[in-house]
């Protein structure tokens, strides 16, 4: 199973941090798993339903999430 390697600055917006490694089901829906806003979910199933393997997003109150896909 696919899994997204996720990084922010949710907890801290000084610097980024580790959030986790969430698994990808065969339908793009992410596990919700790491410590992150329901938002970035949202952002990061879209930049792979577009064909994005990685991706760098700013959600709600200026929180970054960094993303990868790991196949």
């Known amino acids: ?8 600055n949710w907890q801290n ?6 959030a986790g ?3 990808l ?3 793009g829906v992410l596990a919700r798993q ?3 806003p329901e938002d970035a979910y949202a952002r990061i199933e879209a930049g792979l339903a577009a064909g ?3 991706g760098d997003i700013i959600v709600a109150d200026d929180v970054r999430v960094q993303w990868l896909l790991d196949r």
Do not use: C, G, L
């Not at 199973?1 to 922010?8: E, F, G, N």
């Not at 917006?13 to 580790?18: G, H, I, N, Y």
């Open 13 to 18: 917006p000084d610097r980024m941090e580790w």
């Open 52 to 54: 994005n393997i990685e």
């Open 21 to 23: 490694v969430v698994e």
């Open 1 to 8: 199973m696919a899994t997204v390697r996720i990084s922010s």
């Open 34 to 36: 790491a410590n992150i």
């Open 25 to 27: 089901d065969k339908k």
